[in-house]
């Protein structure tokens, strides 16, 4: 039901190759097809999605329509939950990828919840029967990712889907998409969304579930929100004549183009200070290194192409100045962030803040950071990642 969590769709055109094909599963796939009725609902809100944003056409969440019934996309499902009075439902969505599983560094790249249907967090049997199948998943997907599965926030919200399912008696499966290193795109977690839920169409199916342990779903940590995209620690960074010793905290986000053709990162400083107590997908302790400020390479916009990118980059630079530039140009595919001549840019780090600047150990530059993205000078080989425009 939100527009730019579309994890799960992929998933689910996987399950329709599956229930169509002819293999070695042809058991499994006979018995469930023979035992269920299965409905699907690949893309409640074809608004949001084309846009790749959360909210509809009039930028509602839907998942705050299910007392209301304002909007088409909320009657429907309103509509399909009564016309077909489901035992079970699968809710399914994208959380933010920087949750922990509880109070640790490791990301919780699937959680699950079963929904309060009261401010008591009551657990009736419609809810129960929702744990219960939420153990049958957890324990085949900690085959995978042991340790990166939790639980979301179970606070009763009286406005969502979920929750209203759970009242209306259907038992509602909430399964929330995080994260996992190096798989932005999450084409991993998009099998484990798979995995997650054909475990529970053959649960459902062979009624595994009503024999598990609901004190097993009670043990599964809540989401934390400990993690960042980058996180540099113990570095010196001088202000006043004086140096402090500090963390830095960065995290990218995806920012659609105004056509919503293509998507880049900005990459900025999301907190600094004391970090201690976070991770970082990329976690480096740099104790004795310094923050220093990136350098602007001035250069013709016709010899841009020609630039030594690999030398820029070990020099510290972190900016390339030109003399124009297209004025339809939203990022760049480029390393560097590009500069039109006359336009002003802060180069000074600092909080909240483009995290642009370089890391010195020893009067030798040792990480170039450019939009978030990390570069190691003694690399030899680099990564191109977009930059930024400014003018």
């Keep these: 039901m939100h527009g730019d969590e579309s994890t799960?769709?992929?998933?689910?055109?996987?399950?329709?190759?599956?229930?169509?094909?002819?293999?070695?599963?042809?058991?499994?796939?006979?018995?469930?097809?023979?035992?269920?009725?299965?409905?699907?609902i690949p893309m409640l809100n074809?608004?949001?999605?084309?846009?790749f944003k959360r909210r509809n056409g009039l930028d509602i969440d839907l998942n705050r329509d299910a007392l209301r019934l304002q909007f088409p996309e909320s009657q429907i499902l309103k509509t399909v939950r009564d016309t077909l009075k489901p035992k079970f439902a699968f809710n399914l969505h994208d959380q933010n990828t920087r949750y922990s599983t509880g109070n640790s560094y490791q990301s919780a790249t699937i959680s699950f919840l079963a929904p309060a249907f009261n401010?008591?967090?009551?657990?009736?049997e419609v809810r129960g029967n929702t744990m219960k199948l939420i153990v049958n998943l957890f324990e085949e997907l900690k085959k995978f990712i042991p340790g990166h599965i939790a639980k979301y926030n179970d606070d009763f919200e009286p406005r969502a889907f979920g929750d209203n399912f759970i009242k209306w008696v259907t038992s509602s499966v909430l399964i929330e998409s995080g994260g996992w290193?190096?798989?932005?795109?999450?084409?991993?977690?998009?099998?484990?969304?798979?995995?997650?839920?054909?475990?529970?169409?053959?649960?459902?199916?062979?009624?595994?579930?009503?024999?598990?342990?609901?004190?097993v779903y009670k043990s599964i940590p809540f989401n934390d929100n400990l993690i960042f995209d980058v996180l540099l620690r113990n570095l010196k960074i001088k202000y006043k004549n004086k140096e402090y010793t500090i963390d830095v905290g960065i995290n990218k986000e995806e920012i659609n183009t105004k056509d919503y053709s293509k998507a880049y990162y900005e990459g900025k400083v999301e907190d600094w200070g004391d970090l201690s107590i976070f991770y970082g997908y990329l976690d480096l302790d740099l104790i004795g290194s310094e923050i220093k400020e990136s350098k602007i390479y001035k250069i013709t916009k016709m010899n841009l192409k020609n630039i030594d990118t690999k030398k820029l980059l070990k020099e510290g630079y972190g900016f390339i100045e030109v003399d124009s530039l297209d004025k339809n140009l939203e990022f760049t595919d480029m390393p560097f962030n590009i500069i039109q001549k006359g336009a002003k840019v802060d180069l000074v780090p600092g909080y909240k803040k483009y995290a642009n600047f370089t890391i010195w150990k020893n009067n030798k530059l040792i990480y170039n950071v450019i939009n978030g993205y990390v570069y190691d000078t003694s690399g030899e080989i680099f990564k191109k990642h977009n930059g930024l425009i400014f003018r």
């Design 181 to 215: 290193k190096n798989d932005e795109e999450k084409q991993f977690i998009r099998k484990l969304n798979f995995i997650s839920i054909l475990t529970g169409l053959n649960s459902i199916t062979n009624k595994l579930y009503v024999n598990a342990d609901i004190d």
């Design 8 to 40: 799960a769709t992929m998933a689910l055109l996987d399950i329709f190759n599956f229930l169509s094909a002819d293999d070695n599963f042809n058991k499994l796939r006979k018995q469930i097809l023979s035992e269920l009725t299965i409905y699907f």
């Design 46 to 51: 074809p608004d949001g999605a084309e846009k």
């Design 119 to 124: 401010y008591k967090k009551d657990i009736n």
